[in-house]
Every structure is written in C-alpha cells, then in structure tokens.
C-alpha cells in the first residue's frame, strides 16, 4: 500500500491536508497486465521507448483512480467505491497527486512498487 499525505488548496482558497491510500491487488494487476497489448511491462516500455506522452498520461490516470481507495478500520479490507474515486479524481488532492507523478520518475517508480504488494515490488526491476 502506498501513503501520501497531500496539502493542498481547496475550491473555496482554504488549505487542505488529506491521506490518501493507493493499493492494486494481484487480481487487479492481472486485469491490468491482460489489457495491455503484449503485458504491462512491454506496454510501458513501449511507451518509454516511443516517448508518447498521451499514452504516458493515459496510464498514469488510469493506474492512479484504478489505485485509490480507504483502508478500513480494522486493516482488513482495502474498499474501492467508484462515488469515492470519482469524487477524489475531481480533486485537488488528484490534481497534486497526478502532476508529482508526471513531473517525477523517481516518485513515480516509488508510487508504483508502493501500490502493489510487496512479493510482486521485489520483483520488479531496480
């Protein structure tokens, strides 16, 4: 699971502090892999290598909402809501997280070993 604490400015000017949480299931990673031509890591690498940035932002975008969620109180569940998700995308909270990570290679390789569990990030390449 991946943390972050966000300060941010709201839609009324006043200053914000949120936590968000970020987490994808092996499920969900399988479902993200399969709907790649050729899997993920060639998806990406593909987009890498041809620098397209709209296919770059497009990812971005859909592994952040895909991502986002609350961690129940108890620890034992990680609850997805597409209300909450849909709210949270019409944020600041999203705008701040989106350009940190379109800005930023290295937050963004934290990001992602962060939001996947931790079997799957000691398997992905340095």
Known sequence: MFTEKVKYTDFDGEE???T???HLSKPELARLNLSSSGGLDK???KIIETRDGE???N???KIIQMSYGEKSL???RFIKDPEATKAFAESPAYEFMFMKLARDADYAAKFI???VPPDVAAQMPK
């Open 55 to 57: 296919q770059l932002i």
């Open 16 to 18: 914000q502090e949120r």
């Open 20 to 22: 968000l949480f970020f």
């Open 74 to 76: 108890d620890g034992q």
């Open 59 to 61: 990812l971005f975008e």
């Open 113 to 115: 070993r962060g939001i």
């Open 43 to 45: 998806f990406v690498n």
